[in-house]
């Protein structure tokens, strides 16, 4: 496949886990009428309800279960207070996202554009010519965010599985029916988590050796189902005997503060797939509803969970809520079955970047070497996130870095300059440009401070035991 053929394609339509790359936004143009705006292949469109299901499925991972040492670094005011203007921003940034991408599918006569195509439209609408000549780098950008999020998610979930598997496997001997009297057990001591991070690497290798999407649907949907298992067990447990928050800070301190955002970013990981969720609709008409609805519950749930998790383990919350819960069988259940849902959405997650990396490579390889570049270039891809999390084995560190990074730059800086460089020509008001060059420096700010804060906690000097990663700490 080549870099063109791609491009022909709107790849960036393959970031919603249901799109199959023989799925393309060529077969709509046929229907299509110039000065209107369409949504190609309607009648084979996703209903509403799909529509809410995958937009659900695309923000719940392992960034969720990070919340409760989110909050922690924020204060139990300040976490939940903090989480619900993110979320409101969050998903105003997805609005505006939206409605640039309409408004230059009515100019360019289009059914459908990308996150990359809207952003480069954008571009070339600035008043700005140096902005206008140099449009094309608005899609590289794109790209360049696009990898290192998709990657970065990647590199999550080898921390999430080494960790979480390690202390099921070195708790096993001392593992009871009895989940009311959580007692500290002695640990049977087992390799290095790093080396567990290896030994899961040639089995994602073979996963994402899968190079159709529709494959994958299968796996999606075992990963649906464990995590919604796993999640209910959760909420079961933190739910009950909350202890005095009187204890906990109501803001905590500042220097945490950018960990907080890093992490609260990260777990907003769904703007990717706004544009293709509402292009595979049968009725696009219906999807702000949708989005609103959906963000709203997400953002619920974010909350939720990130509170009820920091009240219930307190100072001892740790890089994903999992690690705390009781050494019984039926909660260490809960940490192999959400294991196994990140396991297989691995691929789902992998299958963006690959994308947009795998042609490049073989596109300039000989026509009959095409398979072997293909597969060799996603195994080095899959080593590659290996590796990462292999250097930065702290799960809550490796969140806060990634959303920092660039969650940030995709939800939140980028989407409020694209209105202004999409609008200013035709009118704006002097609040709605105010509002948007806020969002952006904010946006900006934290992407600045939160990566600095994350690299300056990598290389801080370990004295004692990381409380973050401990597998003997049982509430």
Known sequence: MSTQRL???????????????????????????????QRFGDSNGTTWFQTLIHLLKGNIGTGLLGLPLAVKNAGILMGPLSLLLMGIVAVHCMGILVKCAHHFCHRHNKPFVDYGDTVMYGLESSPISWLRN????????VDFFLIVTQLGFCCVYFVFLADNFKQVIEAANGTTNNCHNNETVILTPTMDSRLYMIAFLPFLVLLVF??????LSVFSLLANVTMLVSLVMIYQFIMQSIPNPSRLPLVASWNTYPLFFGTAIFAFEGIGMVLPLENK?????????????????????????GSLGYLQFGANIQGSITL?????WLYQSVKLLYSIGIFFTYALQFYVPAEIIVPFFVSRAPEHCGLVVDLSVRMAMVCLTCILAILIPRLDLVISLVGSVSSSALALIIPPLLEI???YSEGMSPLTIAKDALISILGFVGFVVGTYQALYELIQPINGPIVINSTSAFV
Do not use: Q
């Not at 140099?134 to 950008?141: D, E, L, P, T």
């Open 210 to 215: 899968i190079r159709n999407l529709r494959a």
């Open 421 to 423: 460089t999409t609008y």
């Open 134 to 141: 140099h449009a094309h780098w608005g899609r590289h950008i």
């Open 281 to 305: 609709m049968k009725d696009p008409r219906k999807f702000p509803l949708i989005l609103y609805g959906g963000m709203g519950i997400i953002t619920i749930l974010y909350i939720s969970l």
């Open 7 to 37: 491009r022909n394609e709107d790849y960036h339509d393959y970031s919603s886990t249901d799109v199959s790359p023989e799925e393309t936004p060529s077969e709509g143009l046929s229907n299509f009428s110039p000065g209107s705006y």
């Open 324 to 328: 705390n819960l009781p050494n019984c």
